[in-house]
C-alpha cells in the first residue's frame, strides 16, 4: 500500500519530535504493508516549511531505514495567503515528489469565496490538488455541496482511512463512509503523527473498505490510484460518482441541525440535489 500523507519528518511540525519516534512510525507502517510513504510536513500559520532541513532529514531516515520503505516528500499545504503566492511563484513545490499532485487542507473556520479562485489560479498552474480529510471539517460536513463541485470540477479527494471506523467521531465517520458509497474518494491515506494516537495504519481502512466496497475498490485507493500519484501519472480510470445528494443519513443531521437552530440559522436540507444526471 501507499500512503500519500503521513507526517514523518521528525522535529518539523507536530508529528514526530526526534528521530527514533520516527524510525518507530515508519517501521509500523511497513509491518502494517505500506511500501511508500509521501512526508508530508505542514505548511502551514504554525509550522513553516523549511526544505532545506526537511530534506535533510529525510535523507537521515532513508538511510537509517535501508530501503525497508520508498520515501517521497509532499506537503500538508494550508490554504493560506502566503503558500498560496508561493507555490504559483514556484510551481511545483510542495507537490508530492516535484511532480504536480499537491495535498491542499481548508481551515475548520471558513472557506471564503477567494479560496475558490486560487485553487483555480493554483491548478492553472499545474497543481493537481487533492482535498485533504474533507471528511473531517466541520464546514464541509455541513455543506457536502462544496466538495461536489470542487469534485465536479476535477479536483481529487484524499479521506483518513481511520475515519472510515470512527477515529474522528460520529459526523466524519457517517461523512466518510458516505463518500465511500458514492466513490467520491480517490485516495486512503493515515495522515499519521504518532506511533499510538495518530497511527500509521492502513491495512484496517484497507478491509473495512474490501468489506463494504469489494476489493477492487480498496486496491484502488490504497495502492493503484495513490501509486499513480507517487510516481507522478494521470490516475486510471475511476468509477463515475454518484452525484445526487438527495438523502438525509440517518443520525447524520442531528448534531449539526441542533447546531445550526442554536445558531438561529435556517437549516436547508443538510443533503439537497446538488446535480441530475
Ligand atoms: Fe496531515
Known amino acids: ?13 507536530d508529528g514526530p ?9 515508519a517501521r509500523a507502517a511497513a509491518a502494517d504493508g505500506i511500501t511508500h510513504i509521501v512526508c508530508t510536513p505542514h505548511a502551514s500559520d504554525d509550522y513553516f516549511y523549511d526544505l532545506p532541513v526537511i530534506e535533510e532529514r ?6 537509517e531505514l535501508h530501503g525497508l520503505l520508498t520515501l517521497g516528500l509532499g506537503c500538508d499545504f494550508h490554504l493560506n495567503a502566503r503558500n498560496i503566492e508561493d507555490a504559483l511563484a514556484n510551481f511545483p513545490r510542495y507537490s508530492i515528489n516535484a511532480r504536480g499532485y499537491l495535498l491542499v487542507e481548508f481551515s475548520d473556520l471558513g472557506i471564503p469565496p477567494q479560496l475558490h479562485h486560487a485553487m483555480e489560479q493554483l491548478a492553472n498552474a499545474g497543481y493537481k490538488l487533492i482535498i485533504t480529510h474533507p471528511e473531517r471539517n466541520p464546514i464541509l460536513q455541513r455543506k457536502p455541496e462544496i466538495l461536489s463541485d470542487w ?36 485516495f486512503l491515506a493515515t495522515d499519521a503523527h504518532h506511533v499510538e494516537w495518530r497511527p500509521p495504519h492502513l ?12 476489493a477492487a475498490t480498496a486496491e484502488r485507493l490504497c495502492v493503484t490510484n495513490p501509486l499513480a500519484v507517487f510516481e507522478g501519472r494521470a490516475l486510471p480510470a475511476q468509477p463515475e460518482m454518484a452525484g445526487l445528494w438527495d438523502c438525509e443519513l440517518p443520525g447524520f443531521s442531528a448534531t449539526q441541525d ?13 443533503f439537497k440535489r446538488l446535480f441530475n444526471r
Open 1 to 13: 500500500m501507499i500512503d500519500l500523507h503521513h507526517h514523518l519528518v521528525y522535529g518539523v511540525d
Open 17 to 25: 519530535a526526534d528521530l527514533e519516534t520516527a524510525l518507530k512510525m
Open 58 to 63: 529525510l535523507e537521515v531516515l532513508r538511510r
Open 151 to 186: 469534485l465536479k470540477g476535477g479536483y481529487l479527494v484524499q479521506v483518513t482511512a481511520s475515519s472510515l471506523y470512527g477515529r474522528f467521531g460520529a459526523t466524519a465517520q457517517r461523512f466518510s463512509n458516505e463518500l465511500l458509497d458514492r466513490d467520491w474518494i480517490h
Open 203 to 214: 491495512r484496517k481502512g484497507f478491509e473495512y473498505v474490501s468489506k463494504r466496497k469489494g
Open 258 to 270: 441542533a447546531r445550526t437552530q442554536a445558531e438561529g440559522k435556517a437549516k436547508p436540507g443538510l
